[in-house]
């Protein structure tokens, strides 16, 4: 098992880097624990507290594998739901448009005005659960 692409093993042991400028030293039962709490974060929005010293590095490695059909199964929720929303502010953009929005970029500025997202799509998309570069497609 791989834990990281950005884990680099040297003579003084395995570097980790998060940022171009900045290396620290993390054992690998270091590694596993925070690999496991972001997948734990990934599967189920919240990050894992465990007593990290009480499991082993193979017992972290069985429990991120277990993780992935979570994973999985959170993914494709994320995108069934994305999906209705999208059906869902369609639906509403035409019903602006019927109210009496000259066309769909005025019904997107209404719509956007309503919900408080300032102008920003992106924070629309947030806003109406919909997948982030929705308007960008």
């Not at 019927?98 to 408080?116: F, I, K, S, Y």
Request: glycine letters at 6%; one cysteine or more; aromatic letters at 10%.
């Amino acid at each position: 098992m791989t834990t990281a692409a950005h884990i680099i093993e040297s003579s003084d042991g395995p570097f980790c880097y998060y940022a171009a400028d900045i290396a620290q030293k993390y054992t690998r039962h270091e590694e596993l624990s925070q690999l496991y709490s972001d997948l734990h974060k990934d599967a189920y929005g919240v990050r894992a507290r465990l007593q990290w010293d009480a499991y082993s590095e193979a017992e972290l490695e069985e429990m991120i594998d277990a993780l992935g059909p979570v994973i999985d199964a959170t993914i494709n929720e994320e995108r069934a739901a994305q999906e209705a929303a999208a059906v869902r502010f369609e639906a509403r953009v035409a019903d602006t448009i019927a109210a009496g929005a000259r066309d769909r970029e005025t019904a997107l500025r209404w719509v956007d005005q309503a919900e408080g997202a300032d102008g920003d799509r992106e924070f629309l998309c947030y806003l109406c659960g919909l997948r982030y570069g929705y308007f960008n497609a």
